[in-house]
Antibody
């Protein structure tokens, strides 16, 4: 069974750094892209970017390029989303999801989400 | 950039009645391999999104057959033949054709009248 398990909720202050994680199991972690999706409070889903864990090739939505860094450690089947300096506007739920399937890989299995709260 | 536009944004439905959600893309979603990478997701209150349909009309495992998808090119539709209480939530279309950028629609909130 494919599972993506994300790290727990975080409360941070503006300017602080943060790295959240997403651990995959039940499939070949290095064979599928892992994507990240943001959901701000009461809002819709926004695709942020993705990473191919086998070679750490990362792609970003223009809206998020330079704002976050996506990385992965294939030795422990874990992908990461990190910020160097958080803003209050980064307050959101963040989901990781696998891009799987044949053809062009599509988002299929999702993690449970990590709630990030940034407040002074 | 591809823009995905859903309508309606709010959909009150009586239990047992059908429901339909439209999704339009600003560019064709037909990929060079001939497939159309249009997905539908359901997000129940307080839950992670769950994919219902992929490549326009293919149901994911465990998805009830009252959910169906249709469309081509730039116009797509999600239909629920008879709405049940567990269908309450927000429905999103998402294009994955224009790799690597994936784009969601704004979401349609389905509620019971």
């Amino acid at each position: 069974e494919v599972q993506l398990v994300q790290s727990g909720a975080e409360v941070k202050k503006p300017g602080e750094s943060l790295k959240i994680s997403c651990k995959g199991s039940g499939y070949s972690f290095t064979s599928d892209w892992i994507g990240w999706v943001r959901q701000m409070p009461g809002k819709g889903l926004e695709w942020m970017g993705m990473i191919y864990p086998d070679d750490s090739d990362a792609r970003y939505s223009p809206s998020f390029q330079g704002q976050v860094t996506i990385s992965a450690d294939k030795s422990i089947s874990t992908a990461y989303l990190q910020w160097s300096s958080l803003k209050t506007s980064d307050t959101a739920m963040y989901y990781c999801a696998r891009h799987g399937g044949s053809g062009v890989p599509q988002l299929d299995y999702w993690g449970q989400g990590t709630l990030v709260t940034v407040s002074s | 950039d591809v823009v995905m536009t859903q309508s309606p944004l709010s959909l009150p439905v009586t239990l047992g009645q059908p429901a339909s959600i439209s999704c339009r893309s600003s560019q064709s979603l037909v990929y060079t391999d001939g497939n159309t990478y249009l997905n539908w997701f359901q997000q129940r209150p307080g839950q992670s999104p769950r994919r219902l349909l992929y490549e326009v009309s293919n149901r994911d495992s465990g998805v009830p057959d009252r959910f169906s998808g249709s469309g081509s090119g730039t116009d797509f539709t999600l239909k629920i033949s008879r709405v049940e209480a567990e269908d309450v939530g927000v429905y999103y279309c998402m294009q994955g054709t224009h790799w690597p950028l994936n784009t969601f629609g704004q979401g349609t909130k389905l509620e019971i009248k």
